[in-house]
């Protein structure tokens, strides 16, 4: 089994307010979070965290949440200090941070970028103030706009948008002028993905009206993907489209490639490859109970070994979604599982039309299979 390249994720868990739609692990921050008690954690938590990174270098760092920009360009500076002065760091290393446009306000883009931040993530979701609304964010379209602009004069040259589909009363004419006007910002990201109701949400308990039916949805989708294509954007995975090869996002990548990141943060996953096989690992999920063990010197990290099994599935659960597919090496050389193992996985996806292979040894869902794609990664979870 090879090393894989290695990637780190720290979690930022609070929020000026939930969103309804949001099933990440986040919490509503009120008038004063911990926050430097919160970077101390992480610090103590990533001196821990050395110990799995061996000899490589990370290669990417992501900061996300939460919304990680209602941290001060000061408590990031500092978070970022500490993981260079921990680690080795690769000389190129992409730094991401997500920010919502109604939080930049607490520093700049500027100061994120002295901080350390080369890359940052807007949360846009629709340049429609009425969606926004009823979406529940807090900011407008015009924020966006304004972020936007804070970052070209700050020099950032790579930053992603995300924008959201299938909304409430969403028309294909709607979704196509969100994505013409993230588009005219410049992104060389955007990040492009359907709007879902996740258990233990809002919008699962008490849908909003007005949601697209299955085919409508999957008109807007390939009505939209035409237009970011005609705008020179490429896709690459399932919901991201770059403006080239370089402004892909490097850390995404790494977890569809089956790479090996580290965690630290509140709730935060992590999976490392070693001697012993992969282990998957995650950190107490509720801020106040992470920063206790923390500080009381307990190893705060729950893990697991993953069977053979686990590995077929996790692998397909994150490669599958690449446009591109994968190549037979990369499998097993990230698995340790064989090319025999794969073929037979394989199979019935192959005879349904869901998956095809090239003569370069390379695996691709077809468009089938891009359309039904948790119907082709449940045809491995069969297999476990």
Known sequence: MNEPPLSLYVHLPWCVRKCPYCDFNSHTAGDAPPKER??????????????????????????GGGTPSLFSPGEIARLLDG??????????VEVTME??????????????????VNRLSIGGQSFNDAALRRLGRIHSSDD????????????????????MHGLPDQTIESAIADIESAAGLGPTHISWYQLTLEPNTVFFARPPEGLP???????IQDAGAEKLQALGYQQYEVSAWAINEQRRCR?????????????AGAGAHGKVTGAGGVVRYRKPANPLQYMLAIEGGDDVAQSE?????????EFMLNALRLVDGFEERLFTGRTGLSAEQLSSA??????KGLVERDTDQMWRPTALGRRFLNDLQTEFLRNS
Do not use: K
């Open 251 to 263: 850390h995404n990548l790494n977890y569809w490639q089956f790479g090996d990141y580290l965690a």
């Open 346 to 351: 394989m199979r019935d996806p192959l005879e």
């Open 305 to 313: 070994t993953l069977s053979d099994e686990d590995l077929l599935f």
């Open 83 to 92: 993981v260079a002065g921990r680690f080795s760091v690769a000389a190129d």
């Open 38 to 63: 919160y970077v101390n954690a992480l610090l103590a938590d990533l001196d821990r965290e050395t110990g799995r990174a061996g000899s490589r270098s990370i290669e990417s760092i992501f900061l």
């Open 213 to 219: 039916e299955e085919e409508g949805a999957w008109e």
């Open 99 to 116: 920010a919502n446009p109604g939080t930049v306000e607490f520093g700049t883009p500027a100061a994120y970028r002295e901080a350390g």
């Open 144 to 163: 966006i706009r304004r972020t936007v602009d804070d970052l070209a004069a700050a020099g950032f040259e790579n930053f992603n948008i995300d924008l």
